[in-house]
């Protein structure tokens, strides 16, 4: 069974920076693809960020040049470093992580991500 967790939430003013965590038990970490997708109030979960198990990374445009997405194997842990923030980047961040020929997805259970003045 696959648990991830997530940190690194919290509220913080436009402009600022945060970096979220997210640590997965178990070995698979180093066959998977991980990511962070999004969810603000009454819209559709998006995805903001993925790496694979190369390195390669792709980002949602909205997020590009702000945000970074990193990987450490050794920690199964994947970070999202969030920087000037907008007040519409606020939503719960969720930590994805697919496992290598595989569909199926598994999910933290999300932080929260405030950005307002």
């Known amino acids: 069974q696959v648990q991830l967790a997530e940190s690194g939430g919290d509220l913080v003013q436009p402009g600022g920076s945060l970096r979220l965590s997210c640590s997965a038990s178990g070995s698979i970490f180093k066959i998977a693809t991980m990511g962070w997708f999004r969810q603000a109030p009454g819209k559709q979960r998006e995805l903001v960020a993925r790496?694979?198990?190369?390195?390669?990374?792709n980002y949602a445009d909205s997020v590009k040049d702000r945000f970074s997405i990193s990987r450490d194997n050794d920690k199964n842990t994947v970070y999202l470093q969030m920087n000037r923030l907008k007040p519409e980047d606020t939503a719960a961040y969720f930590c994805?992580?697919?496992?290598?020929?595989?569909?199926?997805?598994?999910w933290g259970k999300g932080t929260l991500v405030t950005v307002s003045s």
């Open positions: 994805n992580l697919r496992p290598i020929a595989s569909t199926h997805d598994y």
């Open positions: 790496i694979s198990i190369g390195g390669t990374t």
